[in-house]
């Protein structure tokens, strides 16, 4: 059991001899023990323990010494364990017994205890600096003190503040092939600490570990158990599907972590270690821009690998967002006045009333491109200016201005896709009732922001109509109405735009005929046909200019035949006088909001009503002067939840044996139905689950083809 303090209560001295003196300390270096007795003088009654232990030989080993316990456990490789000998490792942490010397057989899955305990000084568990002393695990402080509490901060700093590390963590998802045997997941420098890796899938992990010499060793993990690779030691367990290696460190080597294939299952590896901020800015002095008579000198920073003190490129420093450059500054220099000169020489120097000379640049350029993979190049032009006393600006050399990065002269642009022509479904009814007619479909020029825009090239627009066929004959009906009472049967079939509704494609929509405009006799009537589509987004319809529908427009007037007149004086003008007192108009309220979100429409309903028996009749009944006008409001104004709007499945990236579709997804909000106002928003603003980007297709396997050797 760990004891936090094992030192004697010295307060009970009563009956003690005095402490003796400390024993040889049990270790020569890493942290070792070492105690001192004293004796009980009444007999053995006294309180208190008569042994303390104190910590010693606490300066790290050598690299090449190794692990202690794993030292402890080669101790017995020439000694045969029921009658085989083996080469000894030590075990996983076993916290039940944690000072207990369990090995393990290198390669076998044979694991003995050894040895009840451990050598004094030997660690508990690889990643504490608690140790055992006389096979009981004590607690020691990172200051390597017993039970003083002090705590190691996760760069491994004794009571640090965790600055002079970073975290980092990541995941991968593997998909290796026998073409591509092997894949890096992740690169772990020298020093760093609490590393940990899980794996998900088949695949082996490697370790490649490079030395500060450049020895290179490579590890394959095929079965679980402590191994020391790099002079480090690490833990690995391996489950059916899974996979975990971990080690407390500091790295003794930089680790190059890598999959290798063993199956075609993909593997999802994730990882997290706490890195070492090995890399810091020195600041360093130009030359002198004058040998004498005064110049100026720039102060630069140089990015150095504090392990090595060699000087490295600057993206090694700005890897590591806690390194600041500093900011370059000019200075005097070679102040002293050139021997041929007069022997004076004055120089101005810079300050807040003499600012400092700084880059200028010119606008951008228009893009060479509008749009497509890519992008295309802006560039401007830059000049160092200096500003003299009277604020009249000049150009100088570059050199001046460099204590300020120079801006960038050439950047890319619009690299967005350009738009293209989106074809939605085909719509599910057929033009006629039967025989041969047509089916329509919405073909929009859709944006890289997922907006109805223009730009898209007439020539390549995909068509808008298709013939199709209904399996009905054609017949003229049969009735048993003479021939001669008949109007003449004019076209057949018979169209169906009466029924027409609108779709995801722009489509005329013809509203109702009007009442004929005579009573009797030839008349005419009349109706509005509007181009409308159906929006999926909110299942609305929305009205479209008549361009946008490409077919040919339905008819807007016909003619009508109400019987042959009989004339009877007088007659008709009372009619016409008892239908306004029989029929009015009635005011219905309005209709339901077109829209449910995004600022729908209601139109007024008024209905002719017949006032003897209050039931709706024809409106063609009521007088048509006195209509109240229609009345259109606005209604559910608020902009529409945002939703997930994606794009048509790329073609398949191969034939068969399993190939990948992709398709954009968009997190968009209309904001208005009427102006078609439709913006992309953050996807975090879309609740649902995001519709996936990927998905397998072509799951077959390829027919088998021959190959040349």
Request: hydrophobic residues 30%.
């Amino acid at each position: 059991q760990a004891s936090r303090t094992t030192r004697s209560d010295e307060d009970r001295d009563i009956g003690w001899d005095a402490w003796g003196s400390w024993s040889e300390c049990s270790r020569t270096c890493g942290g070792g023990a070492s105690y001192s007795l004293r004796r009980c003088l009444n007999g053995g009654s006294c309180g208190g323990k008569n042994i303390r232990y104190r910590t010693c030989s606490n300066r790290a080993c050598p690299a090449e010494s190794g692990d202690f316990r794993a030292q402890q456990c080669s101790a017995h490789n020439d000694i045969k364990y029921q009658g085989v000998t083996y080469d000894w490792s030590p075990s996983p942490y076993d916290p039940s017994a944690p000072c207990a010397l369990r090995c393990q057989a290198k390669g076998r899955s044979v694991s003995v205890e050894l040895a009840p305990k451990v050598l004094d000084g030997t660690r508990c568990r690889a990643d504490a600096f608690d140790m055992c002393i006389s096979g009981v695990c004590q607690e020691v402080g990172c200051d390597r003190q017993l039970g003083s509490g002090a705590r190691e901060d996760n760069c491994g700093v004794c009571g640090g503040d965790g600055s002079t590390c970073r975290l980092v963590r990541g995941q991968a998802l593997l998909h290796l092939t026998p073409e591509l045997p092997m894949r890096t997941v992740v690169e772990v420098p020298l020093g760093s600490r609490l590393f940990r890796l899980h794996a998900k899938g088949p695949n082996t992990i490697v370790i490649e570990a490079v030395s500060l010499k450049g020895r290179v060793d490579e590890t394959s993990l095929v079965s679980a158990g402590s191994f020391v690779i790099g002079n480090t030691s690490l833990d690995f367990q391996r489950g059916t599907d899974r996979q975990t290696l971990r080690t407390h460190g500091p790295l003794n080597a930089d680790f190059v972590i890598k999959a290798a294939y063993t199956s075609g299952k993909d593997t999802v590896v994730q990882f997290l270690f706490y890195q070492p901020i090995s890399h810091s800015e020195r600041d360093g002095l130009l030359p002198c821009s004058a040998t004498c008579g005064g110049g100026y000198q720039l102060n630069s920073a140089e990015c150095t690998d504090i392990r090595s003190n060699q000087t490295l490129p600057e993206h090694h420093c700005n890897s590591y967002p806690e390194n600041t450059k500093p900011t370059p500054k000019l200075k005097e220099c070679n102040m002293d006045p050139c021997p041929e000169s007069d022997g004076f020489k004055e120089v101005l120097p810079y300050d807040h009333f003499q600012p400092l000379p700084r880059w200028e640049q010119g606008p951008w350029t228009q893009c060479s491109a509008s749009c497509g993979q890519g992008g295309g190049w802006q560039v401007r032009s830059m000049l160092c200016m200096e500003e003299d006393m009277q604020g009249r600006f000049s150009q100088v050399d570059e050199w001046k201005c460099t204590h300020s990065p120079r801006p960038v002269t050439q950047q890319i642009c619009n690299t967005f896709a350009c738009p293209q022509w989106v074809a939605m479904e085909w719509s599910q009814q057929c033009t006629v009732t039967c025989g041969h007619g047509l089916r329509y479909r919405v073909v929009l020029c859709i944006d890289h922001r997922g907006q109805h825009v223009g730009g898209c090239g007439a020539s390549l627009k995909p068509h808008v109509k298709e013939d199709c066929l209904v399996p009905v004959a054609c017949h003229k009906p049969r009735d048993s109405v003479p021939v001669e009472a008949k109007v003449p049967w004019l076209k057949q079939p018979h169209q169906v735009e009466e029924q027409r509704s609108a779709t995801e494609d722009p489509t005329f929509v013809p509203g109702p005929w009007s009442a004929c405009s005579t009573t009797c006799g030839p008349g005419r009537q009349t109706r509005e046909v509007k181009c409308q589509v159906l929006l999926s987004f909110t299942k609305t319809e929305v009205d479209l200019p008549e361009e946008e529908c490409g077919e040919e427009r339905p008819r807007l007037l016909r003619p009508c035949n109400q019987g042959p007149c009989t004339k009877v004086p007088g007659l008709s003008v009372g009619l016409n006088m008892q239908a306004k007192e029989l029929y009015s108009w009635d005011d219905r309220g309005f209709t339901v909001c077109s829209a449910t979100c995004a600022a729908g429409k209601q139109t007024a309903v008024v209905r002719c009503v017949s006032r003897e028996q209050g039931e709706d009749v024809d409106d063609s009944l009521c007088d048509s002067s006195s209509k109240p006008p229609v009345i259109v409001r606005i209604c559910s104004p608020e902009p529409c939840p945002p939703r997930w709007e994606a794009t048509a499945w790329t073609s398949c990236s191969a034939s068969c044996g399993v190939g990948i579709q992709t398709r954009s997804v968009f997190c968009m909000r209309l904001m208005s139905v009427d102006q078609q106002d439709i913006v992309t928003v953050s996807e975090d603003e879309c609740r649902e689950f995001k519709p996936a980007i990927l998905q397998p297709c072509n799951q077959v396997d390829c027919p088998p083809a021959w190959e040349t050797e």
